[in-house]
């Protein structure tokens, strides 16, 4: 037995020794979850225990690693208390002592940032048992924190007192300003030896460098002369040059440091921010380089020259959020990260919250140069030269008459000529304490000259020269003495500053002046005397990239370029360049655009010329596209993904179908385009690898406020479909994130819905607004640039005007006087209602259902019944209308017979008892039975057209190709012919019309619409040989084949068909059996037809014929063989290899025959990019509009112009229209209404008026919104101390938690738009916690409904009113909705609800939860705004009691009623007098039973509640008898209560 111990215990331990940790805490999990099966006593657990723990914190999983510790410590106070321990463990268990073990629970802690909790067990342990690491790990803990200082100096000196070569704490002691002396007090047992004398210097060169005495801590510093090459040291002088101002040496000493340790830490971001100011980009990147002790991780300091080089190459969106990581790690102590944070502030043009930041480095050290310099430049830059002068005054008085605080303070008086004599005095005063310090020389040296003392100037300059080398004071004199003629001393200046750079063009331009006669002379030296001081040196005129940098300027440019000025001649020549800026501008455009092509692949040759330019405007500009219906933005977006298709780039598109997102991926074909998983781990991997994101908006909104997307690195956000973006949508929510974050990214909307924005007032504003664009750009079809593209292109167009019959001709005229007669009553019974829209041109349009969703839906509960009759007749009219126009005879007459009935003339408005409606009914029966009573229905006029088309028009058009022996005529290429309907029904009549021709189609109609039909004319016996009766014999009607195609499920090509005459004829032959019965079933029996119908019915989008001819017997496959004379022997067949998913391409590849395509305009799935895919793979030669469609011409418009083809080359379209009816009616009603949607935006765009901070990019916006929440808190109770404010309580911005499946919703966005913090959570109760007491369910009418019936809206209210004091539910109407319960809700086809049934349902919810409060709301408006007065002075809500409320696992609170308590109990408590939510929860503690309870007696329950009349109440109620309350002879009950 002790040998299995002695194995389980040492293989652990062997394991652990060999660092095998992960494979320990396997083990050591096995071992803990069963230590007997182990035979492991309590010693060996504690052994388990210690090692698992410092295997977790080995592999970082701190948490587990906390948790072990603490078991561990249970474990040994429990052994403690044993005499015996085993002779093997002692070294584990004396080595890991309590204080150990308590050291690395809050090293584990401090890791998880529980830096309180942390510091509390320290704390806890006694002063005198604290060994140095726990008091120096104190140390770093409460570093930072107001009020510590003493416990800081404290934990030093104990630590010193130790060990006294702690350096860190001596560093640390200094720092916190004790006195050099009392620190080496500390240590004087060490420095007394021979060995470590050196360290007194090193403590009065810390405290001399504490006190800015940096000459004196040098001279220290130099003294120390064995450690030269000590890197620390080295640092050390470094800093204190860089503190005094003399850079170069500061970079002599830091970069040796560097090149001694490359992983040092001290003086590592003066080094780097040296590097910078030098121009030193290379040494820049060596120092990018991760931490020594772990390869893969980055220290504050890696982050800190990380951002420093971003921001030298101008990436300042990436170089704000290293640099954000690094202030916030350092709890905004890191004087550094603060100054570079202002500069990236400031060049992206935020100098507010520049300043912000610099007056924070003010507050940890006050004395540091540089933050002064960089306020007051700030301020200069700003306009702000009296704020300029304040702060230089102050910072003069603070940090003393220096030559630097005297010249910087010189440079802010420069600014103004009436101060001038002031900055004069200044700068002699710096010249008197070093008179050779270059900027003073400079500034008083410019100052001369501009008060024409050259000779001093000239004397000044001179003397500066022979000691210090400056390119600057050197192009000064040499420009001072070409004035005075001395043309020798000129050159040899000029000469002396190319020694030193090559390249300099101020030298250049003045030795070229020298050559030239006087006058040129003198004109060059005024142009050249304006251009000093443009460069400091060669590297610094012009950054890397050529262009001039937003970036300030360094330590050595500001102070000297501020008075440098233009003279008027170069002013002048300046503004002749701009006026001739344009076409440069234009050229550089191009250069661009050319770049970007070339450098990501975009396929600009298959960019039209308005592509091109659209392209151009989305790349360079933020803003709204939108684009004429057909003029497709896909191929601009397209590229624009290419653009950005690339890791270092994080792009998210929005408000994309399924469709849209495979075709771009498909076309990217790049690793870096994503689609969002449903894991949001994965997710937040994924961000991190940019590319494109194709993202659901509601699973973007929800990383976004979980902060699982990285906001600030985002690049940008294509939004697609653009005018759905309103407010309260899931769009806008998304993009408000974004853009609070995020001032640099772009946003890009498009859109091809122009007509969308002329509903209701400001709507593309409105959108715009939401998007956060500046700018609108509209490419409607008359463009000019689209014009000039489509025009010189046009496809060949032939247009066949077919006149309707006769009798078409009657049913349109009856069926549009009815409607006339529906919309003028319509008007008249609701004279009050705007019915500007509902006219009859209008109701022919596909937009009608819209127009009377917009004008009517919210009054709809005050219309009357009439009305409502009037819109539904409407409606039937109008699909009667486009079945005339668009289908056949057969299908107009079933269609009419429904409305023929004595039940639905009792139930309409009254048109079936109208002249006109008789006629309708009249004639469309012509149209299928003759005068004879035969079946011999009306052809469709358009039918006898398409056949000539296919039948002689293309084939002697072939033919006179062949004849004109054009060369790019491919004989033997098959002709591919494409025919565009507008609904797959026509697709199929028109397959159905050629493949089995006019009588069959027609007769098929017939038999499955269920038409009667006793006589067949000649020509319909001819199908199956004759006949009489109702059709024939059963036998020759299956003859027939006039059976419709299941599509097959199976991978074979065999189809199943139905016999739907058979059971037809079946079904008449019951009906003249027994007559009445049918009659009584007849609504049954229709409704079994419909669903068999519908699922017979599986029209298609797309249908493939084959085209032949047989001449002589022999089938001809070729166009050129056909024979004219004989066209109806043409024949139509189906593509044998047709399937469900229709691949054009792999079909009509192999296919010899000629191809005709049927297809419709849009597809269900690939919706109107649906033409454009099949023109691209189907190339046709001929295409047959059957109907008219504005898209699909400007679809095939710009398929004719990419291909840019020869004239007789182009495609031949033709068009069938019926003329002069409503079908070219409704053709141009479409196009006059965007025409006219486009003539608004164009006018809207005009008078326009768009603020600067639309876009989101600047911070008015956010002050605004601040400003709001400042007059939200003003809102105090007066109550309160007259309305005054504590000042003690500092006020948090208002938090609501809300439930994650409530992001579907459009409250959680207008709660946020409102300025309250939305934090989605996975609660169960409730679906918004307002406040630790205010839970609301929300419920939508139908959700209501189906809640009541369901009666989980019980349990859910049951839950609130056990959770929380004060439940709501809320009823929530739609806005576009009238606030009003309908009369009747259809819940299914079987039930349905009425009004009172709500309401007596919702009466009995608030008898059984009387504490459950209902709030109706008209709209998710007026929901968050009663939100934002209800959250008014509450608390904020608990996330962590939110999310544990209702689960099996709650909180201590809620346990004592869920589970230590008897829920049921507890509720019939809640109900009896006196008790209620404060003392409940005692009398369920204290009382045993309810038959104990009524054993108490009134001051016993008085004892147990705590107050004596609620115990009196308590008493009456379960000892008094109840009586009923007795009548008096007049009638009334007696008076029972008494008078207050």
């Known amino acids: 037995m002790d040998q299995i111990k002695l194995n389980s215990l040492q293989q652990l331990m062997e394991l652990y020794e060999e660092e095998l940790y992960t494979n320990v805490s396997i083990l050591a999990q096995f071992y803990l979850s069963n230590p007997s099966h182990f035979h492991l006593n309590q010693h060996e657990i504690f052994c388990v225990y210690v090692l698992n723990g410092n295997s977790l914190w080995e592999v970082k999983n701190y948490s587990e690693a906390q948790k072990q510790y603490e078991a561990a410590i249970l474990f040994r106070r429990q052994l403690s208390k044993e005499p015996k321990f085993p002779q093997s463990l002692i070294e584990i268990f004396e080595r890991f002592s309590e204080i150990e073990l308590k050291f690395k629970i809050a090293k584990c802690m401090v890791e998880n940032q529980q830096f309180k909790e942390a510091a509390s067990i320290l704390q806890a342990i006694p002063l005198k048992h604290r060994p140095p690491k726990i008091n120096m790990l104190l140390v770093k803990i409460q570093h930072g924190e107001s009020g510590t200082d003493k416990h800081l100096i404290a934990n030093y000196k104990e630590v010193l007192r130790k060990l006294p070569l702690a350096f860190e704490c001596i560093d640390g002691l200094i720092n916190l300003g004790v006195k050099g002396t009392e620190v080496n007090s500390l240590i004087i047992d060490v420095s007394s030896t021979e060995c470590f004398e050196w360290i007194h210097s090193y403590i009065r060169a810390a405290s001399e460098m504490h006190n800015r005495k940096y000459a004196e801590c040098v001279m220290t510093l130099v003294t120390i002369d064995s450690f030269k090459s000590n890197s620390k ?15 170069e040496r500061a970079n002599t000493y830091l970069r040796r440091a560097y090149e001694i340790n490359p992983f040092m830490k001290h003086g590592i971001q003066k080094y780097a921010m040296l590097c910078d100011m030098f121009k030193k980009t290379r040494d820049l990147e060596q120092i990018l380089r991760p931490s020594s002790t772990h390869p893969y991780e980055y220290t504050s300091e890696n982050w800190f020259v990380m951002a420093l080089y971003l921001y030298s190459c101008m990436k300042y969106e990436k170089a704000q959020y290293f640099i954000n990581r690094v202030i916030l790690q350092h709890q905004h102590r890191n004087v550094d990260a603060l100054i570079l944070n202002a500069k990236i502030l400031h060049a992206t043009k935020k100098s507010n919250e520049a300043l912000i930041s610099l007056r924070q480095a003010l507050k940890y050290e006050p004395h540091r140069f540089e933050v002064h310099r960089w306020i007051i430049e700030i301020l200069l830059n700003t306009d702000r030269g009296r704020d300029a002068q304040n702060q230089a005054t102050k910072s003069l008085k603070l940090l003393g008459e220096t030559p630097r605080t005297l010249t910087l303070t010189a440079s802010t008086f420069l600014k103004n000529p009436i101060s001038k004599d002031k900055a004069k005095m200044l700068l002699q005063k710096a010249l008197e304490i070093n008179e050779f310090y270059t900027k003073a020389v400079f500034f008083l040296a410019q100052i001369l000259i501009d008060d024409k003392e050259h000779k001093a100037a000239i004397k000044l300059l001179e003397k500066t020269s022979a000691v210090v080398s400056n390119i600057k004071i050197s192009l000064m004199l040499a420009d001072l ?13 000029y000469t002396k500053v190319l020694n030193q750079d090559t390249t300099n063009r101020h030298a250049l331009n003045g030795l070229m002046a020298l050559e030239s006669t006087n006058n040129t002379l003198d004109k060059a030296l005024e142009v050249s005397s304006t251009t000093c001081g443009e460069n400091d040196d060669s590297s610094a005129e012009v950054d890397q990239n050529g262009e001039n940098s937003n970036r300030m300027k360094d330590d050595d440019d500001i102070t000297m370029d501020i008075e440098i000025g233009e003279s008027s001649k170069e002013a002048s020549k300046e503004a002749k360049k701009m006026e001739d800026s344009d076409d440069e501008n234009c050229l550089k455009e191009i250069i661009q655009i050319d770049e970007i092509v070339h450098h990501s692949g975009i396929e600009s040759a298959k960019m039209l010329e308005f592509e091109r330019q659209m392209f151009l405007d989305c790349v360079y500009n933020d803003g709204l596209v939108i684009c004429g219906k057909g003029i497709s933005y896909e191929k601009v977006l397209l590229n624009l993904f290419k653009v950005y298709v690339d890791p270092s780039n994080l792009v998210f598109v929005l408000n994309s179908d399924e469709y849209e997102e495979k075709y771009y991926t498909k076309l990217l074909d790049s690793p870096h385009v994503h689609q969002a998983s449903s894991n949001s781990n994965e997710r937040e991997k994924v961000y991190l690898s940019g590319g494109i994101q194709f993202i659901s908006t509601q699973v973007l909104v929800l990383d976004l406020l979980k902060n699982r997307v990285p906001t600030e690195l985002i690049t940008g956000i294509f939004v697609l479909r653009a005018h759905q973006i309103i407010e309260s949508c899931q769009e806008a929510f998304a993009l408000r994130l974004y853009r609070q974050k995020n001032k640099t990214g772009f946003i890009k909307a498009f859109t ?5 924005f ?33 025009k010189a292109f046009e496809p060949t167009s032939i247009e066949f005007h077919i006149p309707m019959t006769q009798k078409m001709t009657q049913l349109q005229t009856n069926l549009l006087d009815l409607m006339n007669f529906l919309v003028k009553e319509l008007k008249r019974i609701n004279p009050n209602v705007d019915l500007e829209e509902v006219t009859v041109e209008n109701c022919i349009t596909k937009k009608f259902q819209k127009i009377l969703q917009l004008q009517l839906d919210v009054i709809w509960h005050q219309l009357s019944a009439k009305t409502k009759l009037l819109i539904a007749d409407l409606k039937v009219l109008r699909n009667l209308m486009f079945t005339t126009i668009y289908g056949d005879s057969v299908s107009l007459f079933s269609s009419l017979r429904k409305y023929r009935t004595s039940e639905y003339a009792m139930s309409n408005s ?95 109609t017939a038999m499955k619409n269920d038409v009667s039909v006793q006589k067949l004319n000649s020509k319909y016996k001819a199908i199956h040989g004759g006949g009489s009766g109702i059709v024939g014999d059963a036998m020759n009607i299956e003859k027939l084949q006039l059976y419709p195609e299941k599509p097959t499920t199976s991978k074979t090509q065999k189809t199943e068909k139905v016999p739907l005459v058979m059971s037809l004829l079946k079904s008449r032959k019951r009906k003249n059996e027994s007559h009445e019965e049918a009659s009584k079933d007849e609504e049954l029996k229709a409704d079994e037809l419909n669903d068999f119908q519908d699922d017979i019915d599986c029209f298609k989008d797309s249908y493939i014929l084959t085209m032949s001819q047989k001449i002589d017997g022999n089938e001809s496959f070729s166009a050129n063989d056909f024979d004219l004379t004989q066209a109806e022997n043409v024949e139509f067949e189906m593509c044998s290899n047709l399937s469900d998913q229709l691949n054009v391409t792999s079909i009509i590849a192999n296919m010899q025959k000629p191809t005709v395509v049927i297809q419709t305009f849009r597809s269900d799935q690939l919706k109107m990019s649906s033409l454009d895919q099949t023109l691209q793979e189907m190339q046709p030669e001929y295409i047959v509009l059957y109907n008219s469609n504005v898209t699909a011409i400007r679809q095939i418009e710009i398929f004719e112009a990419r291909l840019k083809r020869h004239p007789k080359r182009r495609l031949k379209v033709f068009v069938l229209m019926h003329s002069k009816t409503v079908e070219e009616q409704n053709f141009l009603t479409n196009l006059r209404r965007e025409k006219k949607a486009f003539e608004m935006l164009i006018d809207t765009k005009r008078v326009m008026v768009v603020p600067e901070y639309q876009d989101g990019k600047t911070d008015v916006m956010d002050h605004a919104r601040d400003e709001d929440g400042e007059k939200d808190e003003e809102k105090v109770s007066t109550r309160q101390a007259g309305g005054q404010n504590d000042v003690s309580k500092k006020k948090e911005p208002p938090r609501i938690i809300v439930d994650s499946r409530e992001f579907r919703s459009e409250l959680p966005c207008l709660i946020h738009k409102r300025g309250i913090e939305v934090v989605p959570l996975m609660i169960t109760i409730g679906d918004y916690i307002l406040s630790p007491d205010i839970c609301v369910e929300r419920k939508s009418i139908s959700d209501l409904i189906g809640s009541l019936n369901s009666g989980r809206l019980y349990n859910q209210c049951q839950q609130m009113t056990r959770f929380y004091t004060k439940p709501i539910l809320l009823i929530e109407f739609d806005q576009n909705r009238p606030f009003h319960l309908q009369g009747r809700y259809m819940l299914s086809r079987e039930t349905e609800i009425n009004n009172s049934e709500i309401m007596q349902k919702l009466q009995l919810l608030t008898i059984h939860f009387p504490k459950l409060r209902l709030v109706w709301s008209p709209s998710p408006y007026a929901t968050a705004q009663l939100f934002e007065e209800i959250k008014l002075n509450k608390d904020q809500p608990d996330s962590t009691v939110a999310v544990q409320a209702g689960l099996d696992d709650p909180t201590q609170e809620l346990e004592a009623i869920t589970e230590k308590y008897n829920a049921t109990v507890h509720d019939f408590l809640m109900k009896l007098p006196g008790i209620n939510l404060k003392n409940v929860h005692s009398v369920m503690r204290k009382g045993k039973s309810l038959k104990d309870l009524l054993k108490l007696n ?15 109440a308590l008493h009456i109620s379960l000892h008094n008898k109840l009586k009923p309350k007795q009548e008096d002879p007049k009638g009334k009950f007696k008076k029972t209560y008494k008078k207050f």
């Open 233 to 247: 040291i080295l640092a050390m002088m470094g800093e204190a040059f860089y503190f005094s101002g003399d850079y």
């Open 481 to 493: 003495y070409a004035k005075s003629k001395n043309l020798s001393l000129a050159l040899e200046y």
């Open 752 to 756: 091809m819905s122009a007509e969308a």
């Open 758 to 790: 002329t509903y209701g007032y400001g709507h593309v504003e409105k959108v715009m607004r939401n998007l956060f664009v500046r700018e609108l750009y509209l490419w409607p079809r008359f463009h000019a640039l689209i014009q000039k593209n489509l």
């Open 910 to 1004: 009254g048109w079936t008892l109208l002249t006109a409606a008789e006629q309708v009914f009249k004639i469309s029966k012509e149209r299928v039975f003759n005068s004879k009573d035969e079946f011999d229905p009306e052809p469709c006029p358009k039918w006898k057209a398409l056949s000539e088309i296919l039948r002689v028009e293309i084939p002697a058009d072939i033919k006179k190709n062949i004849k004109d022996d054009r060369i790019d005529f491919d004989k033997e290429k098959p002709i591919r012919v494409l025919v565009l309907c507008n609904e797959g029904k026509t697709c199929h009549q028109l397959n159905q019309y050629l493949t089995q021709g006019l009588e069959r189609t027609l007769f098929w």
């Open 1498 to 1512: 009134e001051n016993e329950l008085s004892e147990m509640i705590g107050n004596s009349k609620d115990a009196k």
